[in-house]
């Protein structure tokens, strides 16, 4: 079973999901208190590490000027085909990531008092990246979205790439987000090397976990993002999520949607206090419903709809952008906390 050095990463930035000022929760609990940490502990915390561990001897461990509350190991994150015996090649330089975080969120308290912790878990939300293979895209890349699901007492757990989606894995699933296919095999998309794809006892697992009553989320996007919610090079497999879609009566067209917005119509409990939802221009891809009711539109173009099936529903999403952010505080946190909140 193959899992990356970046989930490893991950980890690290993890230690302080829990912490947040506790008169900020409706808006910038998700990032708020790591922004905070950084300015007075992590700098500190690196500078006391032993002389052989500083990052200028530690082969490129260091803070990151744009995103003050991370710390980043060299380029290592970026690294799409590293396992599990590879990371541990890395050891000591994981260990001062964490090592640095946890410092920073333990000298928190300080700087800014007025913090709470995420309430004990009472349901458990799957991210699945079976066939995600870019990093940023995959579960790892989604921290912002595990913080806000945190917050309504979901424990956040993933499937990473290459490890497929069972029945087993979805039993216990309240909520359920089917990342998009995709894969970079080699220059000039030839998928002879391999192609990633959903398994026909994969699509079956996830048509049943919906009939028999759960929530789950259906994702695109027409290009590779990067850097939470920056869209580069084209995504050639984002026709594959139609042979799951298609299990829902939902079907993704070429046509994208020409917007950073769309706009909330309705009244459901998905878009309660939401008026708009950010999207990344150009890269959610136009989708029909046999039935189902719209969220939010662009135009006449649907952009989030809800869709009945036997006993479940499915959320489909025009844009993975949507469960992005690139800005503080990230501009679709309500919405994140309303799925939260409806998946309960």
Known sequence: MRRRAAFTVVLGLACIAGLAPSHAHDDTVVRTAPAAVTE??????LDDLPSPRRPTARRGLYGDPYQPYEVHYANHFHDPYDSIELARLEGDPFADMATIMVAAAMSTGAD????????PPDRRALLVGSHTEGVHMSPAGLLGLGMALAWEGFDVDMIP????????ALADADLVVALPVHDYPSPGYDDSAYDEAWTSTELDALESYVLDGGLLVLTNTDRRLKYLNLAYDGNEDWPDVNELAERFGVHYHAGLLASTTATVTGNHPLTQGVTSIRMIESNGHRFTVEEGEPLAVVGSSLAVAIVPHGAGEVLVLADLGILGAAEEPPANRHFWSNLGEYAR
Request: aromatic share 4%; hydrophobic share 30%; glycine share 4%.
């Open 40 to 45: 007075t502990a992590v700098a500190s915390v």
């Open 112 to 119: 800014d008092p007025d913090l709470r912790m995420t309430p």
């Open 161 to 168: 790439y290459g490890e497929p989606v069972t029945p087993e």
